[in-house]
């Protein structure tokens, strides 16, 4: 209204809908991440109750990676996304060794979850916080490019080892206090073993 009459405004090129594609895209592929990471976690585990509990570090990661995305003012974008559909399998890694060290621990030593747990715990935590450091030592260099291209891969770094280090939290605080209380002595052998 403000603009004078001879002014016409018109839209000459509108790529939202290609992005909206590309996003809604980057959000099917993380939904097809998250299921083929549950069923590989459950072919090589054979458990269900260790699966549950690896399987909860992804939502756990990426709603807190939300959430840092949220304060620190980026935005859920292209960018953004495929850092985390790339972040999903990291972030089970740890929750992984937890799991499996505290059933090995059960089996051979004949213990409760409880007391497996605890003694995994032990074992594991300097090795779970060495592993995510490496991580983040090989992501965040990343996130100190100059220009166009620094700009782009700095929220994708930074993302990446934001999910990562809080899945690392999860693997050292809730995943072992669900062993705890989740997993029981099995006497079956797993569903694959080489």
């Avoid at 399987?55 to 840092?68: D, E």
């Amino acid at each position: 209204a403000s603009l004078p009459s001879d002014v016409k405004l018109d839209v000459i090129m509108d790529t939202s809908t290609n992005i909206l594609n590309t996003i809604d895209s980057l959000k099917e592929t993380i939904m097809i991440t998250f299921i083929i990471v549950m069923l590989v976690v459950f072919v090589f585990l054979g458990r269900w109750r260790a699966t549950f509990i690896i399987i909860l570090t992804i939502p756990i990661s990426l709603i807190a990676s939300f959430a840092y995305l949220l304060a620190s003012g980026n935005t859920l974008n292209i960018i953004s996304l495929s850092s985390l559909s790339i972040a999903i399998g990291m972030v089970v890694d740890d929750a992984i060794v937890v799991v499996e060290n505290v059933e090995r621990i059960m089996a051979e030593e004949r213990v409760t979850a409880r007391e497996a747990t605890h003694k995994a715990m032990r074992e594991l935590s300097g090795a779970l916080i060495a592993t995510s450091m490496v991580l983040a030592a090989v992501f965040v260099p990343v996130s100190f490019l100059g220009g166009i291209t620094g700009q782009l891969y700095r929220q994708f770094s930074v993302t990446i080892v934001v999910s990562v280090l809080l899945s690392t939290v999860v693997a050292l605080t809730l995943s072992p206090a669900m062993c705890a209380i989740i997993l029981r002595p099995s006497h079956k052998k797993k569903a694959f073993i080489f």
